[in-house]
Every structure is written in C-alpha cells, then in structure tokens.
C-alpha cells in the first residue's frame, strides 16, 4: 500500500455512468496504452512477461464511470484500439474504487474478485500473466505529501 493514501470503498452516481457512455472512449486507450508503454520503459513491467502479451488485446471497463479502455499488445508495445474488440482475450470490470485500491496496493486483485468488486473474464492463464505482473512491480518510494502545511 501507498504509505499515507487510502481509498474508500465508493461508487459513482449513476449519472457519471450514463454520461461516460456517450463520450469517445478512445481517449482512455490511449491514456492506458501510454502509461503502460511508459511503465515498460521505465523497466516496472518485466520484459519477458511483456512478450507473453504480445498479439492479445484487453479491455479495462470503470463501470461507475461509463467508461472503457481497449488495447493490444504488439511489437513490444501497448497500442490503443479505437473500437472495443468484441472477445478480447482478457476483460477486467470494476468500479473506480476498486481501481484506485489496487492501484495503490490497498487491496490486491484476488480480494477484490472474491469480494465480487472486480471482474475478470476471458483467457484465464493470461489473466495469473497479467495478476503476477502487476503484484511483482515494485513502486519507486514517493515522498510524504502534505496538503496542508501549518
């Protein structure tokens, strides 16, 4: 877990849902595809897992949010779809707080599951690929923030 950050359990209204579904999703995809090519740059995701990746596609769904990221893994690069792949070979759904709590290491994606607050479908073993390559990122240490300084 992040030191200092915790994310409360939280879903959406609605209206973000309803709303997030009518905007270009493309954007997400990029944003995704972009940090995830950064963080391979970066040397957080292991190459040789990243291989293994190569010529799938996922789809990250924020479901309190309306909104979808869809990409594939080519050329040792994440590439952004501009339209969702009708069987991606991995999808994961979630809300936003699920999300931010795995991002921030608060929970890990196996509690999430069996608490039915992530879902996973699609082509399991590539799903432990993608779990063990997530849990195995070491995050660079940050230092403490304050947001209010006296």
Same mark, same amino acid.
């Given at each position: 877990m992040i030191q200092g950050i915790t994310i409360p359990d939280f879903k959406l209204p609605g *209206?973000? =849902?309803?709303? +997030?579904a009518h905007l270009p999703q493309w954007p997400h995809s990029l944003a995704l595809a972009t940090a995830l090519n950064a963080a391979a740059k970066i040397g957080?995701? &292991?190459a040789d897992s990243l291989e293994?990746? =190569? +010529?799938r596609s996922f789809v990250v769904e924020v479901l309190d949010a309306g909104g979808v990221a869809s990409f594939a893994c @080519? /050329? +040792?690069?994440? @590439? &952004?779809l501009l339209t *969702? &792949?009708?069987a991606p070979d991995l999808c994961f759904? =979630? %809300?936003l707080s699920a999300f931010l709590q795995l991002l921030t290491r608060q929970e890990d994606p196996d509690t999430l599951f069996f608490k039915r607050e992530l879902s996973i479908t699609g082509d399991t073993e590539l799903g432990?690929? *993608?779990? %063990?390559?997530? /849990? =195995?990122i070491e995050w660079p240490q940050l230092p403490q923030l304050s947001l209010f300084r006296r």
């Open positions: *209206v973000f =849902a309803t709303i +997030g957080l995701l &292991p293994r990746l =190569a +010529g @080519r /050329d +040792g690069f994440f @590439r &952004p *969702v &792949p009708q759904q =979630a %809300n432990l690929l *993608v779990k %063990n390559m997530l /849990d =195995a």
